[in-house]
């Protein structure tokens, strides 16, 4: 009866199904694979039906399952499929830790690790004779945690030895970095002579000053005199000497007695004098070998030399910001007011601050070299014609100083600065007259953009090509506007902010030279007039700027691939009015 009743629902059930067009499901039970394990194990520590034992060198037994080592571990799937031990039960395992041996083992019925200062040395490489990846690749994760100065030299080494390159990279970038940290252990001392030449020779190597490579060499080498001091003029061949200060040489190098009974040495160190003589005047155009150019380190977290407006004395004031950590320093001071100068850099290495109203001439040039240790700004040749609210661009390693206004009336000449032979010369003049206008280079070519005659606000732009010396017209922008901000992301303008005839702007409009066509963006949440506009990692950095009512302190970030500003708090008090990306001068700060 029971029977018949349960045919019966079951056959009713069915037609319920089918008139509901029920389909087939799939479930998956999540805890089905940890439950098994954790029943394996149970077996495995009761030693039910384990087929094999390992018996390490100090007479420790380990149980286990085959099928279980062999899916977790291609060592054992060698071990119990091809060789002798497929068909024994006990196997003697030579030459490894037993703890080590009884926790790899666990780890494969648990998924768990414990690592620990004490055995991670043996752990990892246990882990990768056994070829337990996940194992061995926490084992190098947790290296990388532990690396200090005192202790990087020997974890690369390890790496090496172990074949953890990610390991060997993030090691060795971490001495790079901390150079001058490491090279004061003992690790350091210890390092063999090509070890050391790999690593003096890296153009990447962050040293503020080059003194320190050779003050570590010569450290290095008195170590172990005897055995080492063949190998100076090797490694004196790779410290840049040419880029410590002409009173360090005299004072340190040229005394130290190891370098007196080289003759090679002694070339080195005519070639350091011979470079900052050379360099004081012929600064651009110096033949450089490797030792002549600066290490760039740090040189992809390049550092912004922001022009800031005060309303106490200096009026015009310089510093450094790196936007990736929020951090300023003091720059060299310029001696004069530049507000409405232009600002260019050549080789993100020398900043020039071209014109503007200041007390000596709107013709004068002032250059900052960055990269040196003590820079301060140094007077160029003047302008051929005084100018204020004008452009600036470089192109080909030249300075272009494009419209302005010389108090008389909106300019269209143009001049450019040849740091070859250090001289102005003018070229083809643009096709209207422009102040306050955008000046950029994208695609070897010049870009003159906005601005105001002495009549009206411009939205016409032209193009300057210096193979023909001509100037072209190319697309308006939809909105005429003048005192903005311009920037190059991608292959793209950006004009940003500035002010109509009527109104202050937030607005952004983008120009592609591919399609010639220009388009909006998002709208900035500040209205802008003078905004630094900085191109920087692949982000475009909107800061200062002002209406007629306040100045505008905060700092907005557009992300081009979400068409989106994000706005940031800032440590910038006062009214920044230029500002340009550089290589990170060697005394600014890292950490």
């Known amino acids: 009866m029971d029977a018949l009743h349960t045919s019966s629902s079951g056959s009713e059930l069915n037609q319920v199904l089918k008139s509901n067009a029920c389909g087939p499901t799939n479930f998956r039970n999540s805890s089905h694979s940890v439950r098994l394990l954790e029943d394996l194990l149970i077996l495995r520590k ?12 100090d007479g420790t037994i380990i149980f286990g399952h085959k099928n279980v080592l062999m899916a977790a571990s291609p060592y054992f799937s060698a071990m119990f499929s091809n060789f002798d031990e497929s068909n024994k039960d006990l196997v003697n395992i030579r030459e490894l830790d037993s703890t080590i041996l009884r926790q790899l083992v666990d780890y494969i019925y648990t998924g768990e690790i414990m690592i620990t200062k004490e055995n991670v040395q043996v752990l990892l490489p246990t882990a990768n004779l056994l ?15 532990q690396l200090d100065p005192s202790n990087c030299i020997g974890i690369k080494e390890f790496a090496d030895l172990h074949n953890c390159m990610e390991l060997v ?50 450290n290095w080498v008195k170590h172990e005199l005897i055995c080492r001091k063949d190998f ?14 002409t009173q360090y040489i005299l004072q340190k190098v040229i005394k130290e007695p190891l370098l007196k009974h080289s003759p090679k040495c002694k070339d080195y160190v005519f070639e350091a004098l011979h470079f900052n003589l050379l360099k ?33 004395l200096p009026n015009c004031y310089t510093q450094w910001y790196d936007p990736s950590i929020n951090l300023r320093e003091n720059a060299p001071g310029i001696n004069h007011s530049c507000v409405t100068a232009g600002v260019g850099v050549i080789k993100d290495q020398f900043v020039f601050v071209v014109g503007g109203m200041n007390r000596s001439s709107s013709r004068s040039v002032s250059m900052l070299d960055v990269s040196l240790q003590l ?51 003018m070229v083809t003049s643009m096709t209207i007259a422009r102040s306050h206008l955008g000046v950029c280079v994208l695609n070897n070519r010049l870009y003159a953009v906005g601005g105001n005659n002495d009549s009206s606000t411009l939205k016409s732009v032209e193009c300057y090509d210096p193979s023909l010396d001509t100037w072209t017209q190319v697309a308006d922008m939809s909105v005429c506007r003048s005192g903005f901000g311009i920037g190059i992301l991608d292959g793209v303008i950006y004009v940003i902010g500035g002010y109509t005839e009527s109104e202050f702007l937030n607005s952004v409009q983008a120009f592609s030279p591919s399609d010639g066509v220009w388009s909006t963006i998002a709208d900035m949440e500040a209205c802008r007039y003078n905004p630094v506009v900085i191109s920087l990692d692949g982000l475009l950095y909107v800061m200062g700027g002002d209406t007629d009512s306040y100045a505008v302190d905060s700092v907005e970030i557009y992300d081009p691939n979400t068409n989106t500003w994000s706005k940031r708090e800032t440590l910038l008090t006062d009214q920044i009015y230029n500002g340009v990306v550089v290589h990170r001068p060697p005394h600014f700060r890292t950490n």
């Open 46 to 57: 009761s030693e039910v039906l384990c087929d094999i034992r390992f018996k390490t060198d």
């Open 131 to 145: 070829q337990l990846n996940y194992v061995s690749g926490a084992c190098a994760e947790f290296l990388q945690t």
């Open 169 to 218: 990279l993030s090691s060795e970038a971490y001495i790079k970095k901390r150079f001058l940290e490491v090279a004061e252990c003992d690790e350091f001392l210890s390092l063999s002579f090509q070890k050391l030449l790999e690593l003096i020779s890296c153009n990447d190597l962050s040293v503020s000053f080059e003194e320190k490579v050779f003050e570590c060499v010569i």
């Open 232 to 245: 100076l003029e090797k490694l004196m061949e790779h410290v840049r000497l040419p880029l410590a200060s």
């Open 280 to 312: 004081s005047v012929q600064r651009f155009t110096i033949p450089l070998s490797i030792r002549c150019r600066p290490r760039q380190f740090d040189n992809s977290q390049k550092v912004i030399l922001m022009f800031s407006q005060s309303d106490t």
């Open 375 to 425: 820079p301060c700004w140094v007077p160029m040749v003047d302008m051929l014609v005084s100018r204020h609210r004008l452009g600036v661009g470089v192109l080909d390693d030249c300075l272009y100083a494009v419209g302005g206004h010389d108090d008389t009336s909106a300019l269209n000449s143009v001049e450019v600065f040849d740091v070859g032979i250090q001289k102005w010369r």
